[in-house]
């Protein structure tokens, strides 16, 4: 079993000199501590940007905290239970796919190629492209490094906890590009576009969590540990997110290929693990309609958010 980072994090606040009072408190006190910390610095951190740097790039990095914190609240029915059932699964995963589809295709696409073709007329559509292809060659070479297997059955395990913790790594590192597709956008300085990325995101990440949340479960994780790391495993979406909004705000050449790049990260995940995996049994219906679903949901949501 290993160790609760919560414990590690108790354990050396102990080592302060408030910490025999720290250690006195309930575990539950000791967590609330802990994320009401958390909270506040991040809080004040982004005040202090928002002040003093600049206002895009604090509320481009706020957004892609929300979405990638929508990874523990899809982690949290892993409280109540081990697994769920396999239609289940690939219905949530495909409609997760049909949004991000969408949010790809209208939110960095589309208005990429305006961009580009603002900053080299004409040659718009073929920076894009090439981005596009960029950002797959990324993950191509990020999987040929860190071996990615997206989801389990539902009932089966990992057969060592290196492997676990592989899998753990690798949601982690694919969810680097969608951090930096939500701050690309608000780089852009299109808030209502950058608002609807995030959100396409966020719910992504919610059928996520719970796949990395419930193969831990099965392992022996204590269920509040199991939550905590399918968190963690989204809160690598912020740093992704600063970064692509501070990037273009200073460098505005880099928009429309950070746009690219992000979308082609987002394209190769969505066509390479998530679509196949929910056909991986078989010609699977309902997850084909959820892929459509889930696309006009984000088609209406995007139309609704940047309409004039």
């Given amino acids: 079993m290993m160790s609760n980072p919560f414990d590690t994090l108790a ?3 102990g080592r302060l000199p408030l910490g025999e009072k720290y250690r006195g408190l309930p575990s539950l006190g000791q967590k609330l501590i802990l994320v009401s910390s958390i909270t506040f610095f991040t809080s004040a951190l982004l005040a202090f940007i928002y002040v003093f740097v600049d206002r895009t790039i604090a509320i481009g990095s706020l957004a892609s905290i929300l979405a990638g914190l929508a990874t523990g609240l899809g982690a949290l029915p892993a409280l109540f239970v081990r697994e769920i059932t396999r239609k289940t699964l690939y219905t949530l995963l495909g409609g997760a796919a049909g949004v991000m589809l969408a949010a790809t295709a209208f ?8 961009y580009g073709n603002q900053l080299w007329p004409g040659w718009g559509i073929y920076v ?8 797959a060659a990324f993950l191509v070479l990020a999987d040929g490094w860190l071996p990615y297997e997206r989801f389990l059955e539902p ?13 753990i790594a690798a949601v982690a590192l694919h969810n ?12 852009s300085g299109d808030w209502r576009n950058g608002i609807a990325l995030a959100i396409a995101v966020g719910l992504q990440n919610i ?9 831990l479960v099965a392992l022996g994780y204590r269920r509040e540990q199991a939550v905590l790391i399918a968190t963690l495993t989204g809160l690598i979406e912020p740093i992704g997110g600063f970064l692509g909004v501070a990037l273009v705000s200073v460098f505005l050449p880099l928009l429309p290929i950070g746009m690219a790049f992000a979308a082609g990260a987002m394209l ?6 998530i679509i196949p995996e929910t056909q991986s049994r078989g010609k699977a219906r309902y997850a084909t309609f959820a892929v459509m679903v889930g696309f006009i949901i984000m088609m209406i949501l995007d139309n609704l958010m940047t309409a004039n």
Avoid: H, M, T
């Fill in 155 to 167: 009932g089966e395990r990992f057969d060592s906890l290196r492997k676990v913790w592989l899998f």
């Fill in 207 to 215: 059928p996520e969590g719970l796949a990395v949340a419930l193969p």
């Fill in 11 to 13: 354990e050396k606040l």
């Fill in 268 to 273: 190769f995940v969505i066509s390479d693990d």
């Fill in 128 to 135: 894009v492209a090439l981005g596009i292809l960029a950002g």
């Fill in 176 to 187: 680097l590009p969608e951090g930096g597709a939500v701050g690309v956008s608000f780089g």
């Fill in 107 to 114: 939110s960095l696409i589309v208005p990429g190629i305006e």
